[in-house]
């Protein structure tokens, strides 16, 4: 069974509150020990005590406990910022103890449930849901929801809310990016109960300055009515919904025709956003989580929202309006990230990056801190427009790329509203093929709007970038990336109503796949019409759906893990025929409308070629254009961009036209289109504005009659070899200097790979605590790297990564490791500030720190490894002897007192990277001497399942 199987039947037909469970953390704990090494990866995910959090052992002595829950699995949680952000948000908060809980790998949930134990356990503390104040869900999206409710009921959570106040459990917070649709929540949890609400409250919106506000009420309300504590809620708290205050009404055709809020209550609830420029500091600290992948990497948060009106992205809507943060505010997040977390890689944290105004002062900023600043999707507009900033990327060192082109053809991104036309996306793919970038990853949208036409004019498409990749002196790798098209609310095609079916999805993705490998290039299913269609079931379904929901999580143990199958939307479907998705709301409707009907073939006028040779524009919005009056189950909440908006958008789409974006040239118009989302002029500003740095906004053209798109490109030169990088309070005052731009030289600090002058190269060495002796290297020198930090913070800044590290699996003890800091780094006097801890010696410690010695050899490691309580007198012998024979590997066997050792002989001991094996009669231990760390099978052959090595000696503790 796959490990995202969504059919996997887990706790199938079991009730849906399930209160046996164990609530006692000291029994949780001690099953943890006994179990860890049968669980997924070691059990890392469920072992807790992460470097930055919290010590349990006060726990009963806090004013509030807060359970910050993700319903995703811990490796895809280590990837992101959100747990450790609002972990960083509640330990903010005076008095609060926070710990989190995952979704558990599957074999592992089903280990918990034969058990007894909650599958939302405190991974630090090992404390039940129960124990708790407050749990936090954050929900990052829609398909997740299939987990919340068996994530409840199996871990002893009424699912229903007056259950929850009644029996005196915690508040259940929903909040992410995905909070702004839940209404599949809300209702009853069975079809003839009277218990209804999954969820206590709802945040909805941006999360900075409002979660501590929440959570300082909770805090000050714990003896509190819980109908107090919500009206406080509504009444104070931006962007907080109340699920109970709100009720849908439908007709007798069973149409949602209102929603009536209670009295008091507002309506509709407005998300919150937060200020970038009044917001004091972004993501700055959170855990150090055992995964190797992410560990000495993470996201600096550099701007909130988008400017573009992408018809497809809900980001692009629920997260108006563009705000950036100051390039310095940035930069000093960024140093006190590398300090907390051991970093030595930054990602931008940003929907476009390209469209930062302060992009290349940033990156040089950042690139002489850290060593690699990782940049992840970009446009082809931003590639085409600037190829300098192709050129910064490559001197730091990347080589894969990834873009979105979407749509299949110029139609098809017109009606996703990408702006991006063939000769666009030409310029784009031959800049980086010039480069001779070494991989490339494109999305694709499957939209079913596609026609023959289409596929016709993507196989022509195809053909042209074959052609552009002949001559190049090595051919990049191209994979296409497909999707199908999920229409989420809030965006203008929530109103594209008369999409097909599963079967005619699937057949067009097909087709696409077949074209691209046809071409010679690879393809890929990143999301198939399954994800889409569930997506769509929960997003637009409304209160009536919430048994539905539950009895699939919790009756038939349908969890999502990165995949829809079919199953899932068989049983969603099961004794229904009503329509989901937009169709729910609007059927064929639409598509029998003058205008739409375009989308069988040609838009309507061939409006496409007209807004071409008028040379683009705002395309126009009919002001008196409505929805007819349609109610969705949202509508009690503002996202930001008025409904009304949405609409004459997509009616814009329908015709064949679109909206350009409201940035500067030459991204967007530098027109306002009345969105409704920037509240002040200054907002409006500050958008259409914005100039890039590093585009001459003189020189930008915009598209001219048939000829497509033209542009007259400042180029960024590789600048003076003498330019220095700028000061901190210096950031903020490059600005594109056309002078420098004509004359080929950059006014912006370069992108180094490597630091000026070399690297002083330096030995580390620590002591790992038994406890993290499963955990990888990657997340050892991370929390090293943070420890080192803190022993000389004058190297933060100067720090640039672990070179080379001791090989070592399941082993703790003795470690070293080389790292490098920058030539012109500061270099203070070391003495003194070794060893160095931060727990009195009872977590990892360092013991020494000196320069590195080229040249001399590693030695030999010493350690020890403890014997499965199965092994005993004699037979310890025999094991050994049996494991050199079987490997045949000469030795010599001699007993020396009452200490009996196996020495290898030369040749063999270099095989195998074992030189000596020694027993003292009757221990419960081998002492190994190694010259490399044995492979994986060894340990376990000598002394038996489990086993984990412990180093006593390094043979060159330089």
């Known amino acids: 069974m796959k490990a995202n199987d969504t059919s996997l039947k887990i706790g199938k037909n079991r009730s849906q509150n399930n209160f046996n469970m164990e609530t006692d953390c000291r029994k949780i704990a001690a099953w943890?020990?006994?179990?860890r090494r049968s669980l997924s990866r070691r059990g890392l995910w469920l072992l807790g005590g992460e470097p930055n959090t919290q010590d349990p052992s006060a726990f009963d002595g806090y004013r509030l406990r807060v359970l910050i829950v993700r319903l995703s699995e811990y490796s895809e949680v280590a990837a992101g910022i959100t747990h450790s952000y609002l972990f960083q948000m509640a330990t903010a908060v005076e008095g609060v103890y926070a710990d989190l809980a995952f979704l558990p790998p599957a074999q592992d949930e089903e280990l918990m449930l034969r058990a007894g134990i909650p599958l939302l356990v405190g991974t630090t503390s090992k404390r039940c849901p129960k124990s708790f104040d407050l749990i936090a869900i954050s929900n990052s999206v829609v398909q997740e929801l299939v987990n919340l409710p068996a994530l409840l009921a199996h871990s002893g959570i009424p699912l229903g809310r007056k259950a929850r106040v009644d029996g005196g459990f915690p508040f259940i917070l929903l909040g992410g990016s995905n909070s702004f649709v839940s209404s599949v929540l809300h209702g009853k949890v069975s079809p003839d109960g009277n218990q209804e609400g999954i969820v206590d409250g709802v945040l909805v919106g941006d999360g900075?300055?409002?979660?501590?506000?929440?959570?300082?009420?909770?805090?000050?309300?714990?003896?509190?009515?819980?109908?107090?504590?919500?009206?406080?809620?509504?009444?104070?708290?931006?962007?907080?919904?109340?699920?109970?205050?709100?009720?849908?009404?439908?007709?007798?055709?069973?149409?949602?025709?209102?929603i009536v809020p209670a009295d008091g209550a507002p309506f509709p609830v407005i998300a919150h956003r937060t200020s970038m420029k009044g917001l004091r500091s972004g993501f700055v600290r959170g855990p150090i989580f055992y995964h190797d992948e992410t560990a000495g990497s993470a996201h600096v948060l550099v701007s909130g929202g988008c400017p573009?009106?992408?018809?497809?992205?809900?980001?692009?809507?629920?997260?108006?309006?563009?705000?950036?943060r100051a390039v310095e505010?940035?930069?000093?997040?960024?140093?006190?990230?590398?300090?907390?977390?051991?970093?030595?890689?930054?990602?931008?944290?940003?929907?476009?990056?390209?469209?930062?105004?302060?992009?290349?002062?940033?990156?040089?900023?950042?690139?002489?801190?850290?060593?690699?600043?990782?940049?992840?999707?970009?446009?082809?507009?931003?590639?085409?427009?600037?190829?300098?900033?192709?050129?910064?990327?490559?001197?730091?060192?990347?080589?894969?790329?990834?873009?979105?082109?979407?749509?299949?053809?110029?139609?098809?991104?017109?009606?996703?509203?990408?702006?991006?036309?063939?000769d666009v996306l030409l310029t784009g793919f031959q800049e980086l093929f010039n480069?001779?970038?070494?991989?490339?990853?494109?999305?694709?949208?499957?939209?079913?709007?596609?026609?023959?036409?289409?596929?016709?004019?993507?196989?022509?498409?195809?053909?042209?970038?074959?052609?552009?990749?002949?001559?190049?002196?090595?051919?990049?790798?191209?994979?296409?990336?497909?999707?199908?098209?999920?229409?989420?609310?809030?965006?203008?095609?929530?109103?594209?109503?008369?999409?097909?079916?599963?079967?005619?999805?699937?057949?067009?993705?097909?087709?696409?796949?077949?074209?691209?490998?046809?071409?010679?290039?690879?393809?890929?299913?990143?999301?198939?019409?399954?994800?889409?269609?569930v997506s769509e079931w929960l997003?637009?379904?409304?209160?009536?759906?919430?048994?539905?929901?539950?009895?699939?999580?919790?009756?038939?143990g349908f969890r999502y893990r990165g995949e829809v199958k079919r199953e899932l939307w068989d049983f969603l479907r099961q004794n229904?025929?009503?329509?989901?998705?937009?169709?729910?709301?609007?059927?064929?409707?639409?598509?029998?409308?003058?205008?739409?009907?375009?989308?069988?073939?040609?838009?309507?006028?061939?409006?496409?070629?007209?807004?071409?040779?008028?040379?683009?524009?705002v395309a126009p919005v009919a002001p008196e254009i409505d929805s007819n009056g349609t109610i969705f189950p949202w509508d009690d909440v503002y996202a930001g961009v008025s409904k009304e908006f949405l609409f004459r958008n997509f009616r814009v789409l329908w015709g064949g036209s679109s909206n350009e974006p409201c940035l500067a040239l030459p991204y967007g118009s530098g027109e306002c289109l009345g969105c409704g989302a920037c509240k002040t002029a200054e907002e409006r500003s500050e958008v259409t504005g914005r100039v890039q740095q590093g585009v001459s906004r003189a020189g930008s053209e915009k598209r001219s009659a048939g000829a497509g798109v033209s542009f007259r490109v400042a180029r960024v030169g590789c600048g003076r070899s003498a330019a220095r990088q700028p000061e901190s309070g210096e950031l903020q005052r490059?600005?594109?200097?056309?002078?420098?731009?004509?004359?080929?030289?950059?006014?912006?600090?370069?992108?180094?790979?490597?630091?000026?002058?070399?690297?002083?190269?330096?030995?580390?060495?620590?002591?790992?605590?038994?406890?993290?002796?499963?955990?990888?290297?990657?997340?050892?020198?991370?929390?090293?790297?943070?420890?080192?930090?803190?022993?000389?913070?004058?190297?933060?800044?100067?720090?640039?990564?672990?070179?080379?590290?001791?090989?070592?699996?399941?082993?703790?003890?003795?470690?070293?490791?080389?790292?490098?800091?920058?030539?012109?780094?500061?270099?203070?006097?070391?003495?003194?500030?070794?060893?160095?801890?931060?727990?009195?010696?009872?977590?990892?410690?360092?013991?020494?720190?000196?320069?590195?010695?080229?040249?001399?050899?590693?030695?030999?490691?010493?350690?020890?490894?403890?014997?499965?309580?199965?092994?005993?007198?004699?037979?310890?012998?025999?094991?050994?002897?049996?494991?050199?024979?079987?490997?045949?590997?000469?030795?010599?066997?001699?007993?020396?007192?009452?200490?009996?050792?196996?020495?290898?002989?030369?040749?063999?001991?270099?095989?195998?990277?074992?030189?000596?094996?020694?027993?003292e009669k009757n221990g419960r231990q081998l002492e190994l001497k190694f010259s490399r760390w044995p492979e994986r099978h060894i340990f376990p052959a000598l002394a038996g399942d489990g086993a984990i090595a412990e180093v006593i000696g390094l043979g060159n503790d330089r």
């Open 308 to 324: 573009y009106f992408c018809s497809f992205c809900k980001e692009s809507w629920e997260q108006k309006p563009y705000r950036e």
């Open 734 to 919: 490059f600005a594109c200097n056309d002078k420098c731009l004509s004359a080929g030289i950059s006014p912006f600090p370069r992108v180094e790979s490597e630091p000026a002058g070399p690297p002083r190269a330096f030995r580390l060495v620590a002591c790992i605590p038994r406890r993290w002796a499963d955990c990888g290297n990657g997340f050892l020198t991370a929390a090293l790297t943070r420890l080192l930090l803190k022993a000389v913070p004058e190297w933060t800044a100067g720090f640039i990564r672990f070179d080379r590290v001791m090989e070592r699996e399941a082993g703790f003890g003795l470690f070293w490791g080389d790292f490098l800091v920058r030539g012109d780094a500061e270099l203070p006097a070391l003495n003194g500030r070794f060893p160095f801890d931060e727990n009195g010696g009872s977590d990892m410690a360092i013991r020494a720190v000196s320069p590195v010695k080229r040249g001399v050899p590693e030695g030999e490691v010493v350690s020890r490894i403890e014997l499965s309580p199965t092994l005993c007198g004699g037979e310890v012998g025999k094991r050994v002897d049996g494991f050199l024979q079987k490997y045949r590997l000469a030795h010599q066997k001699l007993w020396i007192g009452n200490r009996l050792t196996w020495t290898l002989q030369a040749g063999h001991a270099k095989k195998s990277g074992l030189t000596d094996i020694a027993w």
């Open 32 to 35: 943890f020990e006994g179990n």
């Open 435 to 533: 480069r001779n970038i070494r991989q490339m990853k494109i999305f694709l949208i499957v939209t079913w709007f596609e026609r023959d036409s289409d596929h016709e004019e993507f196989g022509v498409f195809l053909g042209k970038l074959k052609t552009l990749m002949d001559g190049q002196p090595g051919k990049a790798r191209l994979t296409f990336s497909l999707a199908v098209l999920f229409r989420p609310p809030f965006t203008p095609l929530q109103f594209s109503g008369g999409r097909g079916v599963a079967a005619d999805l699937q057949r067009i993705m097909n087709l696409i796949s077949g074209q691209v490998r046809k071409a010679g290039f690879e393809s890929r299913i990143s999301a198939g019409p399954y994800d889409a269609l």
């Open 576 to 617: 229904s025929r009503e329509a989901t998705g937009p169709e729910r709301y609007f059927g064929p409707r639409l598509n029998s409308e003058r205008g739409l009907a375009g989308l069988a073939g040609e838009p309507p006028g061939n409006a496409l070629a007209k807004r071409r040779a008028k040379g683009g524009g």
């Open 208 to 258: 900075e300055e409002v979660f501590g506000q929440i959570l300082t009420l909770l805090a000050g309300m714990r003896s509190e009515p819980r109908s107090e504590l919500l009206k406080r809620l509504r009444d104070e708290v931006p962007g907080f919904y109340d699920p109970g205050a709100y009720r849908q009404e439908y007709d007798e055709k069973g149409c949602l025709t209102r």
């Open 539 to 556: 997003a637009y379904s409304d209160r009536r759906a919430t048994p539905k929901l539950v009895e699939a999580s919790v009756n038939k």
């Open 329 to 422: 505010a940035v930069v000093n997040d960024a140093m006190r990230l590398k300090a907390n977390l051991g970093l030595s890689e930054i990602a931008l944290m940003t929907f476009n990056f390209n469209t930062f105004s302060g992009l290349f002062p940033l990156l040089g900023a950042l690139g002489r801190i850290f060593d690699r600043v990782a940049i992840k999707s970009q446009r082809f507009d931003a590639i085409a427009r600037l190829p300098a900033l192709i050129d910064r990327q490559l001197a730091a060192g990347k080589r894969t790329y990834t873009c979105a082109m979407e749509g299949i053809s110029d139609r098809i991104r017109e009606l996703l509203q990408k702006n991006l036309q063939e």
